[in-house]
């Protein structure tokens, strides 16, 4: 069983439709990236997956249960089981609250804080790193890596099953970057999470996930396992992407391919392949009809009138840590 299916989604603000047909499968235990450009609507699917955004079309289906058909009770708890790491993590802490406070809210929100919740939350704290010598602390007294573990804490607290992760490494040196990186794949492991991971750091979704998706202008352009897209990708686009990603390794550069013009705006998308201005290789038709995703769902799937031939490309640089 899936996870999380998230089917023919669209996503609107006002007159803008950010997301446009978006379907995803995650299935369990595993970690699903999702990258691309900013403003391709990564965030507005991670919004409407945690329910802070309403989809106007589409469905989401949770471990099975189909969000939009159950009763409104059923909904809540389903709702609970996805839980949202946010990009900036200190921000989304309140500065007047202590981390022993901040671990506890989500126990008085779910009214459950007993003893025996409260003796859960601070074992699992310590088991990642966040002493009690820190729960008396405020948010501008804890590093980057800290705030992380606390706002990672906080999420663990509704014992979820899926995450979505929001650039969960965005700002932080290396080596912290690997010490979180591999402090999420220990807890997946633990506590049986699946993971959506949304990054601009390829380097990172390269090493940590198991399949990728690539969004352009709020549409799905490719999907696969990661390795192998990384490796054979069939879109234009995600060629361009992965060419763009940069590594101190020289034997690990890809020939650069420099897209031309501005990404359009959602509120005006091109006919046809919305890729079609920005593509070194669009021809007519590109121009006239809107390609489909081709493939398998789940396995390797692409949407583009001329995919382009197998080549193999360079794995991504390692993390450290």
Same mark, same amino acid.
């Given at each position: 069983m899936n996870a999380l299916i998230l089917k023919d989604a669209v996503i609107r603000y006002d007159r803008l439709?950010?997301?446009? *047909?978006?379907?995803?499968?995650?299935?369990?235990?595993?970690?699903?990236?999702?990258?691309?450009?900013?403003?391709? *609507?990564?965030s507005s699917v991670a919004r409407a997956i945690v329910g802070l955004q309403p989809l106007a079309a589409g469905t989401l289906t949770i471990e099975g249960e189909t969000l939009q058909d159950a009763p409104a009770r059923r909904r809540t708890d389903l709702q609970?089981?996805?839980?949202?790491?946010?990009q900036d993590p200190a921000a989304s802490l309140s500065p007047r609250m202590t981390v022993r406070s901040l671990l506890a809210e989500p126990l008085k929100i779910?009214?459950?804080h007993s003893p025996e919740a409260w003796t859960r939350i601070v074992a699992l704290a310590e088991s990642i790193g966040l002493g009690q010598q820190l729960l008396s602390r405020y948010p501008h007294q804890l590093s980057g890596g800290q705030a992380r573990r606390v706002a990672l804490v906080r999420a663990l607290a509704a014992e979820p099953s899926i995450i979505v992760a929001d650039e969960p490494t965005a700002g932080l040196?290396?080596?912290?970057? *690997?010490?979180l990186l591999n402090l999420l794949r220990t807890l997946r492991g633990r506590l049986g999470l699946s993971y959506l991971l949304i990054s601009h750091n390829l380097n990172v979704v390269g090493r940590v996930t198991d399949r990728v998706a690539v969004?352009?202008? *709020?549409?799905?352009?490719?999907?696969g396992p990661t390795a192998d897209l990384f490796r054979n990708s069939a879109h234009p686009y995600t060629r361009a992407l992965l060419s763009a990603n940069l590594t101190l390794d020289a034997g690990r550069r890809r020939e650069r391919i420099v897209l031309s013009g501005e990404l359009p705006s959602p509120s005006n998308p091109p006919s046809g392949c919305r890729f079609h201005k920005r593509c070194p290789l669009a021809q007519p038709r590109c121009t006239r009809e809107i390609p489909v995703l081709q493939g398998r769902p789940g396995e390797r799937s692409f949407a583009c009138h001329f995919p382009l031939r197998s080549e193999p490309?360079?794995?991504?640089?390692?993390?450290a840590g």
């Open positions: 439709t950010a997301v446009d *047909g978006v379907s995803l499968e995650l299935r369990r235990g595993e970690t699903l990236g999702l990258v691309g450009e900013s403003g391709c *609507g990564k609970r089981r996805i839980q949202l790491l946010f779910q009214k459950s040196d290396i080596s912290i970057q *690997g010490e969004m352009y202008l *709020g549409q799905i352009v490719e999907s490309a360079p794995a991504p640089q390692a993390i």
